[in-house]
């Protein structure tokens, strides 16, 4: 290792102000990892095989994600107000960019609608077939899932959806939420049962110290928009690390989901296709939001929060800056290798997601392998003279509108429930 400081290696390093930046940025990171993964499965599969890929994966991830937001943030329940409390902290439906609306008419029946769907956007340009496999094949059976997470009862369905007639209707689509005991309760799939073994659902997170300013759940009203200035720092800790082990969750669902398609080289292919196009897209946004420079620094403090080393209790990785050298160690004793997730992807033969992820920050850096054992894989970042052009990956993925979303804000947040 080189001599000098240990980069942060939380987020608690950094100020109230730059969570609430963060937190969202991740949130959309997160839906774009699909943007960044089905490229390639309509490649391998086709567009049917793309979507029951998706299906599987959402299926396999959101129950358990969902639970361990509600848990975290203390708004655990069996009602629509809780259902909708999920969304807004779901990479699935990051703010904004999947701009959903809601109304509820009492603890059993509610609606929300999308005022902008960005994944629709993004999705309309290839055509109706298209359209109808997202809009339809997909969102019933994840729907579902999602809500089966609070309430086994509960059915999402569609008031209208795409393909829009007429070609600019809004709202995108609009659903109705009804938790009803006469609704048979989807069974779990084999999937989902698989991902609720893995340390990932299980992995303890940082507690919640509920002293300092600002709110420390989301135990209050249902709010029209999530503001996350609003939350205290320490709560915006753990909804960050909760963010980032989505991210994780999601991805080994969707390596559960190749795996059942594919021989284990190609499913290991292409899921590295997906980690190397969300890295580099997510290292230009992070870099871009917190407003740091495209130097070592920069890009160590980038490494301290992106997605694919966070949260520092699921993946073992070490940050060392100083001499104008920055080194990465990524350790194979973490429960993140112990799932097999995006780090474990990661090797000497196999770094361009690292690749991806500090080019992202400046492309004339580049990773250099220094050693690797069964223990610990080490490289080394220097930069280059010249920049190295774009990957296809984090091409394809910067395809989606989400690349380039620019948040807003849209001020207080109104409740939209009486606690």
């Not at 298209?130 to 999602?146: K, S």
Request: include cysteine; hydrophobic fraction near 40%.
């Amino acid at each position: 290792m080189v001599s000098g400081v240990a980069v942060s290696d939380s987020f608690a390093a950094l100020s109230r102000a730059d969570l609430a930046t963060l937190v969202p940025e991740l949130l959309l990171c997160g839906q774009l990892i699909d943007r960044s993964g089905m490229a390639h499965l309509i490649v391998e599969f086709g567009r049917e095989g793309m979507a029951a890929v998706a299906i599987e994966e959402w299926q396999a991830s959101s129950p358990w994600y969902t639970r361990r937001m509600q848990k975290a943030l203390g708004y655990e329940g069996d009602d629509v107000v809780t259902i909708f409390k999920g969304l807004q902290l779901d990479i699935g439906a990051p703010p904004q960019f999947m701009d959903f609306r809601y109304r509820v008419d009492d603890p059993a029946h509610g609606e929300f609608w999308l005022d902008h769907c960005g994944a629709l956007m993004d999705v309309e340009p290839l055509g109706d077939e298209y359209v109808t496999t997202m809009c339809h094949d997909i969102e019933d059976p994840t729907f579902d899932a999602t809500a089966l997470a609070t309430n086994p009862h509960a059915q999402v369905r569609p008031i209208h959806r795409p393909p829009r007639r007429p070609a600019d209707r809004k709202p995108h689509c609009a659903w109705t939420v009804v938790i009803d005991p006469s609704h048979v309760p989807p069974q779990m799939t084999t999937h989902t049962e698989q991902i609720g073994r893995t340390a990932a659902n299980t992995v303890e997170l940082s507690p919640i110290d509920r002293t300092g300013e600002g709110a420390h759940d989301y135990s209050g009203p249902l709010l029209s928009d999530v503001r996350f200035a609003d939350f205290s720092h320490s709560a915006l800790v753990r909804i960050a690390e909760e963010v980032c082990l989505q991210h994780h969750l999601l991805a080994l669902g969707f390596l559960l989901a190749v795996r059942k398609r594919a021989q284990e080289d190609k499913a290991l292919e292409i899921t590295r296709k997906q980690l190397t196009g969300i890295a580099g897209v997510a290292a230009q946004r992070i870099r871009d939001a917190l407003g740091l420079p495209r130097d070592l620094a920069g890009l160590a403090e980038v490494l301290s929060v992106h997605p694919l080393l966070n949260p520092k209790q699921y993946v073992d990785s070490d940050i060392r800056l100083g001499g104008g050298r920055l080194e990465l160690l990524l350790g194979r004793g973490g429960a993140a290798d112990a799932d097999g997730a995006w780090p474990a992807l990661v090797d000497g033969d196999h770094l361009e997601p690292l690749q991806a992820l500090v080019r992202g920050v400046d492309p004339r850096f580049t990773v250099r392998l220094l050693s690797e054992d069964v223990d610990a894989l080490l490289v080394e970042v220097v930069t280059e003279d010249e920049p190295a052009p774009e990957c296809v990956e984090v091409a394809i993925t910067r395809v989606s509108t989400g690349a380039g979303f620019v948040f807003a804000d849209r001020g207080i947040p109104l409740p939209l429930t009486v606690i």
